[in-house]
Nanobody, 122 residues
Framework: QVQLVESGGGLVQVGDSLRLSCAAS??????MGWFRQAPGKEREFVAS????????AYADSVKGRFTITKDNAENMVYLQMNSLKPEDTGVYYC?????????????????WSQGTQVTVSS
């Protein structure tokens, strides 16, 4: 059974940092991504990384502050979040694709984590 289990969320202050981790089990995935959903809003793309980690994409709102990395040997993906802002608050999900190409479209992902809450307090 495929599982994506993430950890690392929490309550932080403006300007703080957090690192989210996502462990995949049950099979080896290729491209992976991070999405988030704020209260009352639709789920939005945050970052994605291709299977080989050569291609990486970020939402404009997090570019320069967030970094996505991938450890293929451990089947893990990480999201380092720096200089956090209140608008970064939401439930963060990691997602995995069966193919190597990264994507910013959530419908192209094949598996999802349960989500972890990130709250940035001002």
């Amino acid at each position: 059974q495929v599982q994506l289990v993430e950890s690392g969320g929490g309550l932080v202050q403006v300007g703080d940092s957090l690192r989210l981790s996502c462990a995949a089990s049950g099979r080896t995935f290729n491209a992976m991504g991070w999405f988030r959903q704020a209260p009352g809003k639709e789920r939005e793309f945050v970052a994605s990384i291709s299977g080989s980690a050569v291609r990486i994409a970020y939402a404009d709102s997090v570019k320069g502050r967030f970094t996505i990395t991938k450890d293929n040997a451990e089947n893990m993906v990480y999201l380092q979040m720096n200089s956090l802002k209140p608008e970064d608050t939401g439930v963060y999900y990691c997602a995995a694709r069966n193919t190597a190409m990264e994507s910013r479209w959530d419908y192209q992902y094949d598996a999802w984590s349960q989500g972890t809450q990130v709250t940035v307090s001002s």
